[in-house]
């Protein structure tokens, strides 16, 4: 899932080129089809590695694991990072307020949050998937366990050894 | 997936769980740990994985415990900025041996045959391929009437008599100029130089190798190469040793100079009394230009009044014991001319560490450090036997605050950056 990604955009752009604006189709679990141009599907290294495997790129693609709603999330961010340029300063900054906003937007659906990062870990979007873990490691810096529950609305569920074990490794640490 | 996400966040796949924990600090890598099991589980994993160690400017300090002693090979790796203990296995039998330094990550030590080694306590890999001690110009085998060699004892040249040395105490301190890990495929003339300060009398000769060399190199110097007693290298590219002396003259070699090791004074001799063990600290904070700080740490009987009783009478009953008497330090500028000037304060939020491993020091956030407290001088173990200071068995840090653990009831800790990457060796 490792993919430089100055040298992954440069392969993208090439092939992009190459081929003209090829579409891909792009199915949601629900049946959904979004078309989407080849250089937003190829920041996804699953859907790139199929599609260089000389796959079904006329059928489209599948993706059972990823609902219509995640699935329009993900496409928007690709959309993004795939069919605009980033060579200038301008260009980027405008990126990266691009990602601030749409980070920002996840970080208040923290439901949505963990749809989007399994999309972008099970579609290998490594800038995406970059961007939503270090959204949640952000959420959880500072925060008392009782506050992560409560901002993950995660169900406390450790026994009273489990307990014991973190307080004896807490005055270790 | 809308709506089914009871217990979702408590299901995070264990890649992506990862993922994120290990971009976390320790502290609320212990906190995440307390959220529901599965974190819990996630957590410890993450907090039992080598690389927390390996994250940039994470000093550590290595040392043994006696409740250790039951595996004699573990040592504990106590990270300063984590607060946290490591338990690392070291490579070999190595307790009983000496340490004699740590440089960049890697442990110097001596076994009972006089034979270094180099380990790195991380990744538990060792470098056993440095010269043979009888390489040491003045070293050689201690023969008997007939010739035969009188194993366990060295004798070290030359003197108008013999000095006879146990393997254990032919060696004061070890320093590397990097890390040998990122000695790779360099050909000849590699980067790593391993720096040896070896007993003669007086103490303190320097000799050098490359890794890989089949001898050591000894110092040629002008006015005798003795008294030294702590050893930098040029921040760039290592090529300068600088070497510090117990009479606090500072002198530059060029390890790859021509006319080789030609030697230029830093800094002329300050104080004749020798008793003092000095400090030589790379202090870039301190100025432009590549600072020095110079630390002359006076050491002295730790019981004046019994110390002063049995110089009158020697049938009284005396411990021996020394300990640091003053702590001074100085700023030694190389492009500002030959001289020292006494500082009071390390400028700002600095830590040093100082003592058995390569001398160091660090920004940290407490408050400034003065020597006007000698109580915030922690020195592990301040006595010293005899008259000259053993510096290899100590450890002390000038620190504003209880940074390090007290209570030291093993080894003398030493302070030491982690490596994580292997050395390979290149002539192999």
Known sequence: MATGSGAAAAAADAEEKESGSRMITLTSNEGKAFVVTEASARQSATIRSMVDDGGCVDKGFPLPNVDSKTLARVIQYCDEHGNKEAHTVDERAALAKFDKDFIAELDADKAFLYDVTMAANYLHIQGLFALTTQCIADTIKGKTPEEIRTAFGIEYDLTAQDEEEIKEEDTHA | ?428
């Open chain 2, 1 to 428: 997936m809308d709506g089914g996400h009871a217990g979702a966040w408590s299901d995070l796949p264990a890649d992506v769980l990862i993922t994120i924990l290990e971009t976390l600090d320790i502290g609320d890598l212990v906190r995440a740990g307390a959220v529901c099991q599965w974190w819990n589980t996630s957590s410890s994993y993450v907090r039992g994985l080598p690389h927390l160690l390996s994250r940039p400017r994470t000093p550590c300090l290595l040392y043994t415990t006696a409740a250790a002693a039951d595996d004699p090979n573990v040592a504990t790796l106590y990270s300063l900025t984590d607060h946290r203990s490591y338990t690392v296995k070291l490579p070999g039998p190595h307790v009983h041996r000496r340490w004699l330094g740590a440089s960049h990550g890697w442990l110097a030590t001596a076994d009972d045959n006089a034979a270094l080694h180099l380990v790195n306590p991380v990744t538990g890999q060792q470098i056993s391929n440095l010269p043979p001690v009888t390489t040491v110009e003045p070293v050689r085998r201690l023969l008997d009437d007939g010739g035969a060699v009188v194993p366990g004892m060295y004798v070290v040249y030359p003197y108008d008599w013999t000095l006879r040395v146990e393997p254990l105490y032919l060696y004061l301190r070890v320093f590397l100029s990097s890390d040998p890990s990122s000695d790779v495929g360099g050909g000849g003339g590699g980067g790593c130089v391993v720096v040896l300060l070896h007993r003669s009398r007086p103490d303190g000769q320097i000799s050098f190798a490359r890794l890989g060399d089949p001898h050591w190199t000894w110092i040629r110097t002008p006015t005798g190469n003795e008294l030294y007693v702590d050893v930098g290298f040029s921040a760039d590219d290592g090529r300068m040793l600088y070497g510090i002396r117990r009479d606090s003259a500072i002198h530059e070699f060029d390890l790859g100079g021509e006319p080789a090791l030609e030697r230029t004074t830093i800094l002329p001799a300050q104080d004749g009394t020798m008793r003092h063990t000095n400090y030589l600290v790379d202090a870039p904070w301190l100025g432009d230009g590549g600072c020095w700080l110079m630390v002359c740490r006076r050491m002295g009987a730790a019981n004046l009044q019994a110390y002063a009783a049995w110089l009158a009478d020697r049938s009284l009953p005396y411990d021996g014991v020394w300990n640091t008497h003053s702590i001074k330090m100085y700023r030694v500028d190389p492009a500002a001319g030959t001289t020292a000037a006494e500082i009071n304060d390390l400028g700002g939020r600095h830590a040093l560490f100082l003592g058995c491993n390569s001398s160091f020091g660090l920004a940290v956030v407490v408050r400034s450090i003065t020597r006007t407290t000698r109580s915030s001088t922690r020195s592990t173990r301040q006595s010293a036997r005899g008259t000259s200071a053993f510096t290899a068995w100590e450890m002390g840090a000038f620190i504003g605050s209880s940074l390090l653990r007290r209570g030291w009831i093993g080894r003398c800790p030493l302070g030491l950056y982690p490596a994580l990457a292997a050395y390979s060796n290149r002539l192999e």
